[in-house]
């Protein structure tokens, strides 16, 4: 599916470098600021901008939540997809194709990062074995969590700009005189790029994925994977 948009790229830098989020018990207060105006959402507003109920688990971009780790726990999902328990850093080559693409999909797309793409962080088996067993994740909650970790001096450009690009419509933000750029081909999931990952994953299986050329997506710095969290 191509999406027809365009998206902000230097809107959204300074929406990054602004971004402040509280989390509350059952809510979140998304804000940020551009020129001397802060705008400020909640969960709800989120929820209804990008089309996602604000429901399911908590998971934390970074962190396997409390609930994975009390009640199914990493070593649950090593059997589940047949990692051997106890590998200090267990990478992609250990998954079956069909796994590997759902990681590469994470890892590239929904909570995409700049390196580790090979290795399985704890927080990519919490969200591979939810979405493998029909559990649903907030992932209102998740993409908050994961823009905080954003950094914004990225040189190749900075992810979710389409959701940004809601938020600006959302609070009214005068876009006509504002530098766009156009969605290119490289921004829809497609047998093109399906293809790409399939043929990645099988010919390389011990090695690092290749993504893709993305012009305006880029990832945040991530953190050296650690044995446990």
Not at 2 to 25: G, H, N, R
Not at 187 to 203: F, G, P, S, W, Y
């Amino acid at each position: 599916m191509k999406i027809k948009d365009s998206f902000y790229p230097d809107l959204i830098a300074i929406a990054y470098t602004t971004l402040d989020v509280e989390f509350e018990e059952d809510d979140l207060v998304f804000s940020f600021k551009l020129g001397k105006n802060t705008y400020a959402l909640e969960s709800g507003e989120l929820s209804a901008t990008w089309k996602l109920d604000y429901v399911g688990e908590k998971v934390d971009s970074g962190n396997a939540s409390e609930d994975f780790r009390r009640n199914y726990s990493k070593e649950n999902a090593c059997i589940m997809f047949n990692v051997p328990i106890g590998t200090p850093k267990p990478t992609v080559g250990l998954l079956s194709v069909e796994h590997r693409l759902l990681h590469y999909f994470i890892t590239y797309m929904l909570v995409p990062r700049s390196g580790n793409h090979g290795l399985i962080l704890d927080e990519d088996f919490e969200i591979m074995w939810r979405m493998v067993n029909g559990q649903q994740i907030n992932w209102v909650h998740l993409f908050v969590t994961h823009m905080r970790r954003i950094k914004p001096g990225n040189s190749k450009g900075l992810p979710y700009t389409i959701l940004w690009t809601t938020i600006f419509k959302y609070v009214g933000i005068d876009l006509s005189q504002a530098d766009k750029k156009r969605l290119g081909y490289n921004n829809c999931i497609d047998t093109h790029v399906l293809n790409h990952m399939k043929r990645n994953v099988q010919e390389a299986p011990q090695q690092e994925h290749e993504a893709p050329q993305q012009e305006e997506e880029a990832q945040p710095q991530e953190p050296q994977a650690q044995p446990s969290d």
